[in-house]
């Protein structure tokens, strides 16, 4: 994929709070709309709510995509593409001071934004595009993952190719760059109250 060329994610979370079971899924596509990876995950996320699915779903396929892209964010939440269209993450995270699931994935989709060069947000309905039916499907498979005793999930239930698998320990080396440098930055440059 040339330089410039948008990618575009579609992200659905998954919330089943009776049974605690949280997803996340996601289909990421290149400018041609051609499917270049899809992932169903397990939330290890206790007391979450659906906005806080919805949320890392987006945070999670962003986090997939190379650094420094152009990324369109499809979503069906409309916190999030508010938040990504109006960058307004500051409020978000003011708002969920108290519920520290949805404050968490607010402060790690900011994050995720900050590694791209560009991403913005199209609210797109499961009904408007089969790759938002895609991520919900993917989204719901992930809910309803096992964890073994471990707490992670069980290595049979999720099958890559290699080379997702090697595109996937690029991207969390990057990921891990950013947050660290991040962190730094913010020890070296405290808020001034």
């Known amino acids: 994929m040339g330089k410039n060329k948008d990618v575009h994610v579609y992200v659905d979370g998954s919330a089943h709070q009776d049974t605690n079971k949280y997803g996340v899924g996601w289909v990421r596509a290149d400018h041609k709309d051609r499917i270049q990876s899809e992932k169903s995950k397990r939330l ?6 659906s906005t806080a699915a919805e949320v890392y779903a987006a ?7 190379r650094k420094n892209s152009k990324v369109v964010v499809h979503s069906d939440s409309a916190a999030v593409c508010e938040a990504i ?3 307004n993450f500051y409020e978000k995270i003011k708002r969920s001071s108290k ?9 790690s ?3 995720a934004v900050d590694r791209h060069k ?3 947000a199209m609210f797109t309905q499961q009904s408007q595009h089969p790759y938002m039916q895609k991520a919900h499907n993917n989204a719901q498979t992930g809910a309803n993952l096992r964890f073994n005793k471990a707490g992670i999930v069980d290595k ?3 099958k890559h190719e290699k080379d997702t698998i090697m595109q ?16 730094e930055n913010d020890h070296n440059h405290p808020d001034v109250a």
């Open 99 to 107: 519920n520290k699931p949805l404050r968490k994935a607010w402060e």
């Open 59 to 65: 945070q999670d396929a962003l986090d997939h995509v």
């Open 168 to 183: 996937d320990i690029e991207d969390y080396e990057e990921i891990e760059e950013t947050i660290s440098a991040h962190n």
């Open 85 to 87: 269209a109006e960058n």
């Open 156 to 158: 049979h239930e999720q």
């Open 118 to 120: 560009e991403v913005s």
């Open 109 to 111: 989709l900011e994050r």
């Open 44 to 49: 290890s996320v206790h007391r979450a709510c």
